[in-house]
């Protein structure tokens, strides 16, 4: 519907280039956008970990200092969490995720069907057991 908006980079304006325009455009269609924007950076069906596990959804995280961006595997990360007892909802999560570019933590998640771009973690459930020892014996 609202054609030439691509998804990525929408994502990452915080200042739209939409917005010079907006006052010629009816003002129905410049709250669906705006509320489009919001979407993109904050899903309200998407505010915990678990949420990707259950929809099988993939997360693109991106960094918000750099703009690096990559795609981790939403089950993975809910595990990868639940194991070490960490908090996952979205606004929590960042505190334990760095940016492999420039170090910071990450500022933006978002649920993707891509696949994933970067691994991490136990490559298989052997990987995993090693984890829970590691972790029970911590
Ligand atoms: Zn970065």
């Given at each position: 519907m609202?054609?030439?908006?691509?998804?990525?980079?929408?994502?990452?304006?915080v200042s739209s280039p939409l917005s010079s325009r907006d006052r010629s455009i009816g003002v129905p269609r410049v709250s669906r956008a705006r509320k489009a924007?919001?979407?993109?950076?904050?899903?309200?069906?998407?505010?915990?970990?678990?949420d990707y596990r259950v929809r099988r959804m993939n997360m693109?995280?991106?960094?918000?200092?750099?703009?690096?961006a990559g795609v981790l595997d939403g089950e993975k990360l809910w595990r990868w969490f639940v194991l070490h007892r960490w908090k996952?909802?979205?606004?929590?999560?960042?505190?334990?995720?760095r940016c492999s570019v420039c170090q910071r933590r990450?500022?933006?998640?978002?649920?993707?069907?891509?696949?994933?771009?970067?691994d991490f973690g136990p490559s298989d459930e052997l990987g995993w057991?090693?984890?829970?020892?590691?972790?029970?014996?911590?």
């Open positions: 609202l054609g030439g908006l691509p998804d990525a980079s929408n994502a990452r304006g924007d919001y979407r993109a950076v904050m899903d309200p069906e998407f505010t915990r970990l678990e693109r995280v991106e960094c918000g200092n750099c703009g690096h996952s909802s979205l606004d929590q999560i960042g505190d334990h995720m990450p500022t933006g998640f978002t649920p993707t069907s891509d696949p994933p771009t970067r057991k090693a984890v829970v020892r590691r972790l029970r014996a911590g």
